[in-house]
């Protein structure tokens, strides 16, 4: 054999290598025409770049601490769009500051997923832990409020 027409092991396996990826990748490419080519969005998926609220914000100004209930506009905690799938049934949860913010997403994502959650949080946003109260009790999960003691409310319950 002549030693110009001579292939490499290193040469047939990069060969194999490149044939085998260009036979993997093909049926994606057919099917689509060209990966770039993709330039709409599937069917029933919606673009959230807007389908949120943006800024510029109204200035808004509350006394501490807070309540959610009167932001505008009211921050998403996954109240609609958060769907459990059962992964901490039999589980229990103590979350502090359960009735807003990340603490509020917290409760609602373990309640829908099964947990049961007792959530501690300050006596003076009482209504927003109300809210978290009526957001996830039709789950099939135990909940428990508790107010937070303070030095301020000695009247707060004691456990």
Do not use: C
């Not at 002549?2 to 292939?7: A, G, R, V």
């Not at 998403?76 to 992964?87: N, V």
């Amino acid at each position: 054999m002549n030693e110009q027409n001579k292939i490499t092991r290193r040469q047939l396996v990069g060969g194999l290598g490149a044939g085998i990826a260009v036979a993997a990748i093909s049926p994606v490419l057919g099917a689509t025409g060209s990966l770039s080519a993709r330039t709409g969005a599937a069917p029933g998926l919606e673009d959230p770049t807007t389908k949120y609220p943006r800024p510029p914000f109204i200035y808004q100004d509350q006394t501490w601490p807070a309540l959610a209930s009167k932001m505008e506009p009211r921050p998403d905690h996954g109240e609609k769009s958060y769907k459990g799938s059962g992964r901490l049934l039999g589980r229990k949860a103590l979350i502090t500051g359960g009735d807003s913010g990340m603490g509020r997403a917290a409760a609602i994502a373990y309640a829908r997923e099964g947990a049961d959650v007792a959530i501690n949080y300050l006596p003076a946003e009482e209504p927003d832990a109300r809210e978290v109260i009526e957001l996830i009790k039709e789950q099939v999960v135990r909940l428990s409020l508790f107010p937070a003691i303070s030095v301020k409310n000695r009247s707060a319950r004691s456990w």
